[in-house]
Each structure stands twice: as structure tokens, then as C-alpha cells.
């Protein structure tokens, strides 16, 4: 198995491995370090049937069960769900800069990402550190952040998404949180589920919120993957941010996830 890091702050690429078959335990252990070390790893070429997917994902944690009304479970699954642009359709999922399920008591950890269909040309997905982002941050904004709670949200989403669901009560989680596994100091914000410090109100938070928010958008910290069917991706949410980039216009994308339980931070 080869590990090659896309950039220095985010992303690593793994040869050398089937993931369609049980492997030693140790292969599976690089690959979590790889991913606590690069927060995603990108395979290619990988054949897995759903069966074999779904073991995958249990090597790393218990899948969770799909109940988003925007990513529904595909038929016979308990546990993949669907990210699927059909040809024709304007709006994709995903199209903002987020980390995936912010808005719960307890966020996801891990997204498996598998492509089963992808446009012709676009459709990538760009991954950005939030810990790279905080450690650029001065140490007095640092401290500052340290204090302090951030509320989030899942109601402009579902707005956006036209779902019709009422959103998920608020949430908060600390501002920066210290990674479960390794320890780095992560900026735990996001633009699409982080709508206010606590004690804040809006309009106080929008300020420091969008100056952070900017922090995640540097070029040089983040990487972009280009998807081909049988790519998959596996991220973990609770140091990086993603973004699927909606540019193939009628293209169709049929991607299957699966969002596994891990190592819960300090709320
Ligand atoms: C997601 O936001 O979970 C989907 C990302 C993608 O489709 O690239």
C-alpha cells in the first residue's frame, strides 16, 4: 500500500489496496492514521458491491442509519444513501462549503464516498483543513476562540433544499475543538450550519463568523478530487470542510455514501 499526500495540508492518495476484500487488520490501521493525518484519503478503481461496501465501512465504525429527506437510503440498504444529481437538474447536494452533520449533538465522523456514475467533465469535490485553518490564526484570536461556543443549525439547509421538514432543534458545540484521535486543534465552524456564537446575536456573530469562514477557503487549504466511477473518498468530518462543485451542468452523478460513527470530541 502507497500513501502519497495531494497537498500538505489535506488529502492523501492510497494505492495498492482492494477494498472489496477483508485485509489485515494493520492495512486498516494505516488508513485511519492516514486519514487522522490528512482528514481524507482518496482511493481509485475500487469494485465494491453494496455487501462489500457496507463491510468496509464497518472496519472503521458503525455506519450510521440515512434519515436526511435530501440523501435517502437506496432501495435493500439500511446504511447507503444516495447523493444523486439526475441529468437535467439544476441543484445538487452539497454545494456549499460544510462538514457533514454539524448541526446534530453528536456529528458524524466519518463519509465514505463512492462514485457510481460521474459527469463527463466537473463534479469534483474540494476537501479543506480546518485544522491548517486554525493554526494560520494569530494566538490572540486563538485565545479568543477558545472562550467561545458556536450554535448551529440545520434549518437554512433545509430551506434551501425546499425539503418541507421542520429543521433539527440547535445545537452548540465549542469553537475550537481538540481532535479525539491525535489531538490537533481544530476550527469547528462552518458556513452552512454555524449561524451564531452562543450568547451572541446574529448580527454581533456575522462579523468574526464570516472572517473565519474565510479562513477555510484559502487555495492552499484545500485539495479538489475528480471523480471516476469506482473513485471513493473518505473523510473525516471533524477536521475538514467539503464542497461538491456543481459545473456539469445536465451531467448526471450518482455517488453512494455511507457516514460512519466515530471517536465523539469534547462538546
Ligand atoms: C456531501 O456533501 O456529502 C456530498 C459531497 C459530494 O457529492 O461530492
Known sequence: MRITPVTSNVGAEIEGVDLSVEQPAEVYRQIRQALIDHGVVFFRDQTLSSEQYVALARRFGRPTVPTSGIIPPIPGSEEIAEVRKEAGRDRNVGGSWHTDQAYRKAPSWGTMLLCRKAPATGGDTLFSSMAAAYHRLSDGLKQTLGGLRAVHSNAG??????????????????????????????????????????????????????????QGQHPELFCRFRWRPGSLAFWDNLQTWHFAVNDYGAGERVMHRIVVEGPEFDH
Open 157 to 214: 439547509v433545509q430551506a434551501r433544499m425546499g425539503t418541507g421538514r421542520a429543521p433539527d432543534p440547535e445545537v452548540t458545540h465549542p469553537v475550537v475543538v481538540r481532535h479525539p484521535e491525535g489531538g490537533k486543534p481544530v476550527l469547528y465552524v462552518n458556513p452552512a450550519y454555524t449561524v451564531r456564537f452562543e450568547g451572541w446575536t446574529e448580527a454581533e456573530s456575522r462579523p468574526l463568523l464570516e472572517f473565519l469562514f474565510q
